[in-house]
């Protein structure tokens, strides 16, 4: 089953640096889970949805 906590668990919250620290981390539970964008600077945390990713598959053409 899915390993995500149902929130953003205070004991990573704590371990966020002060000077621009970042989590993201998948929240919720076995039907839904988000991910969301941790930020501190200096005594604000926000938490948000990540910005969007483009990923794009890789379809030959070139030598790995």
Do not use: K, M, N, Y
């Not at 076995?30 to 379809?59: C, G, K, W």
């Amino acid at each position: 089953g899915p390993a995500a906590p149902p929130s953003v668990p205070a004991s990573l919250r704590e371990q966020l640096s002060p000077d621009g620290g970042r989590l993201v981390i998948p929240v919720g539970d076995r039907r839904r889970q988000d991910l969301l964008l941790v930020r501190r600077r200096d005594a604000v945390e926000s938490v948000a949805p990540p910005p969007p990713q483009v990923h794009f598959r890789r379809t030959g053409g070139g030598s790995s």
